[in-house]
């Protein structure tokens, strides 16, 4: 069974710019999560999707949205870069149903640089 | 809100020395937790879990147990490799208005020398 993709693995981005990143999970899984992981400030959770809908938002600026699409593909995008968006930026899909006890099945991220 | 407490690192042992990171939590439901480490240029790899009290996750000589009474689910291992030098993630999953969230502690570096 494929793991969790993510694409790009490495981006370099200048400040004012836009990114869009891109995931696509297990198959079978429905739940697509966002993280944000820097050293400062650890693992820190963006958003998650269900079902093509938002199911759950951390607390980032609205530069940061993101979208699923049919098949639970996932992208990601952030507006106008500042330089405190340099990050690995890690996907995670589960089931989505079926309790709690689901892990989180993660991508070896994209490491997004801002000059 | 919920929230994960693991102890900060780094924490530098000798292969084959005896390793513990502790893990606290709070949470308002009844979470499932989680142990996650994470290998340099990769994504987190679950390494054990746990879902109601009492229960004891293993996996790879690592252990960790459901502590209800006390909140924690410390994460040890008898005898550390040199192969366990990683970034450690205690976490919980719990019901949220939304579906469930997977709130993860800060993480703990291990460096194991040989």
């Known amino acids: 069974k494929a793991g969790v993709t993510q694409t790009p693995r490495y981006l370099i981005k200048t400040r004012g710019q836009q990114v869009t990143l891109s995931c696509s999970p297990i198959?079978?899984?429905?739940?697509v999560s966002w993280y944000q992981q820097t050293p400062g400030q650890g693992l820190q959770f963006l958003f998650e999707?269900?079902?093509?809908?938002?199911?759950n938002k951390g607390n980032f600026p609205g530069r940061f949205s993101g979208r699923q699409f049919s098949n639970s593909r996932s992208e990601m995008n952030v507006s106008t870069l500042e330089l405190g968006d340099s990050a690995l930026y890690l996907c995670?899909?589960?089931?989505?149903?079926?309790?709690?006890?689901?892990?989180?099945?993660f991508g070896d991220g994209t490491r997004l640089s801002i000059l | 809100g919920d929230s994960v407490t693991q102890m900060e690192g780094p924490v530098t042992l000798s292969e084959e020395a005896f390793l513990t990171i502790n893990c606290t939590y709070t949470?308002?439901?009844?979470?499932?937790l989680f142990w996650y480490v994470q290998y340099p240029g990769e994504g987190l790899q679950l390494l054990l879990k746990?879902?109601?009290?009492?229960d004891k996750g293993s996996n790879k000589g690592f252990e960790a147990t459901y502590r209800k009474e006390t909140t924690s689910f410390h994460l040890e291992k008898g005898s550390v490799q040199v192969s366990d030098s990683a970034v450690y993630f205690c976490?919980?999953?719990?019901?949220?208005?939304?579906?469930?969230?997977?709130?993860f502690g800060a993480g703990t570096r291990l460096f194991v020398k040989a």
């Open positions: 995670a899909s589960s089931p989505g149903t079926g309790g709690n006890n689901q892990p989180q099945h």
């Open positions: 999707y269900f079902s093509e809908t938002q199911r």
């Open positions: 976490a919980l999953s719990d019901r949220d208005t939304g579906g469930f969230k997977t709130i």
């Open positions: 949470a308002t439901g009844y979470p499932s």
């Open positions: 746990a879902t109601k009290a009492d």
């Open positions: 198959s079978g899984h429905r739940s």
